[in-house]
């Protein structure tokens, strides 16, 4: 028998920052036909409130620490604001969705950053989807909505990337679904030439990949996106798409459509 | 066949702002036998982080009026650091936490209080507990774990007092569970002399109740806390417990049970 559908969804900060295209998002959302799960990112609304609460944002090689103050906020912001106001107008559009983070349900296992040449504080490398947990939310008829706030199960909350909770509860839940991902970002898709947002390449696989890569047309920030891509491609999922956020409508194929 | 158990315990601001006291009560309910649910308010953390933000506290007649910028707060606060800190703690101390506000899982449905003499801004009245939804959770093994906000089914949280939350709950849980209420306070229960904190009245009714109060020992603030005991037990709650905290284990037995 066929596994049922499974589509998982990551909004950036892009989105969540603006009320209009937050709104207009979860609509498109709220219509995207069966079972579903959301995952959303924080974005710069924690820095802004972080910085008048009188909380400094430390940057090591560009990427942020999180002590234990930031984490607060992190909590505060993505936990609180963003993930509850979310759940709020998803209600409002019919669809019963539940906020989580990963120590909710003990959905998201993950481990505390070992320290190297860097402390990036309380960060955390997810360990394991408690897919059994996030599939009880989902046949009780509920839409998840995950922050990207992940727990060590020892009481202790840790701040986690958006886009690797998005693939690894997709690579967990492919145990019962045939799961795409959308990653609904500010480009249209990946593109051929940066400077040319129609230049959307349609569709990729492990060997136009290579070519991709040889050609130099794939670099910098979307490498590591696409490696992530590949690997969770490589663990069960499906499809993954990549473009904005009108690629959730059937109206729309100009996006990017990832298989192996 | 008798129905089963189902404890709804409700914890103040008093325990929620001291990490040990927070920390002790949750190692209690966390042995608590039986089905459970866990109901916080937010205590002064908000009132303190809305001063850090620069936002004013506006009371009248002694009660806060929640305007846009302290719902942001209290959404923050209760939903995110608070809720999400305990969810944690209880996930090390083994219990399926699942931290909710009444939006998510649509479980808690009010309206914005109506403007009469005073416009107390995005504060809701509880309407309808979804017991159906709070019992999937329930079944599927989760310990829900509710903050003082509900939703209007139209985008729009509302901030709700936690009392009345944990008895409207109970009230609704009471469809499928023999339900009991403890409220945990800093006092050993109802006391028949303010100043003997030993005094504590084991057992109230309605027939003692109305005794009490002709005596003049029940007024003031603990009035409305025992007509709202009275109204939930009148509607299907079978006990409500008042007392500090370490009611919840079988060692102590003083504090104050109200049946009718």
Redesign the interface.
Known sequence: MPKEKLSIVKIGGNIIEDDASLKSFLKLFSVLEGKKILVHGGGKRATS?AS???IESKMINGRRITDAETL?VI???????V???I???L??LHI??????G????SIYSEKRPVKDVDYGFVGDVKKVNHL?VE??IQ???TPVFCA?T?D?????LNTNADTITSQVAIGMSKFYETAIYYCFELNGVLKDINDKDSVIKHINLVSYSNLLKEGIIADGMLPKLENCFEALKNGVQTINMGNTSMLTKENDNFTRITL
Chains 1, 2 share one sequence.
Request: charged share 15%; proline share 0%.
């Open positions: 409130i008048k609460l009188g607060e909590t505060m912001v993505y936990g609180g604001l993930n509850k106001n759940v709020a107008q209600q409002a019963d969705a539940i906020g989580l983070t120590a909710d349900a003990n947990s009880k939310l009780s008829g509920f706030i727990h199960g020892q009481g202790q909350l």
